[in-house]
């Protein structure tokens, strides 16, 4: 199979993507960061769950530093974004099980949140 097409196709797919689609995919990989942390705290790969949980971090300050802080929710989501930071330190000093489970739990939650707001502004703009 040709890679490079498959790796044209993938680039060719994020670029026509709306930015509540990317947002989404950036959720979506977060919760399956978590899944495989998980997964590698139970079969003791700690090298795995460390980069994955790496990985969890690096996806949640991207989030951090693309809001836009100019409306009043954007420090309410930053926070909570520090939360999540917190945890994701918390995890990985701990290596607790349920804690990713709590983290993958609001990742989700906050994934929904925005599609529905994404939804929702989708057909505000069919309307006008």
Do not use: P, W
């Amino acid at each position: 199979m040709n890679g490079y097409g498959y790796q044209h196709y993938k680039q060719q797919s994020i670029n026509t993507m709306t930015s509540g689609e990317l947002l989404l995919l950036l959720f979506d990989e977060c919760a399956k960061r978590l899944t495989k942390a998980e997964m590698s705290l139970k079969n003791s790969n700690f090298q795995e769950f460390e980069g994955a949980m790496q990985r969890v971090s690096e996806i949640i300050r991207y989030l951090d530093t693309t809001l836009d802080k100019s409306y009043a929710i954007s420090q309410e989501i930053a926070k909570l974004y520090e939360y999540f930071q917190f945890q994701v330190a918390r995890i990985k000093a701990g290596r607790n099980m349920e804690a990713i489970q709590e983290l993958r739990a609001m990742v989700i939650d906050l994934r929904q949140t925005f599609k529905e707001a994404d939804r929702l502004t989708q057909m505000d703009l069919v309307k006008n």
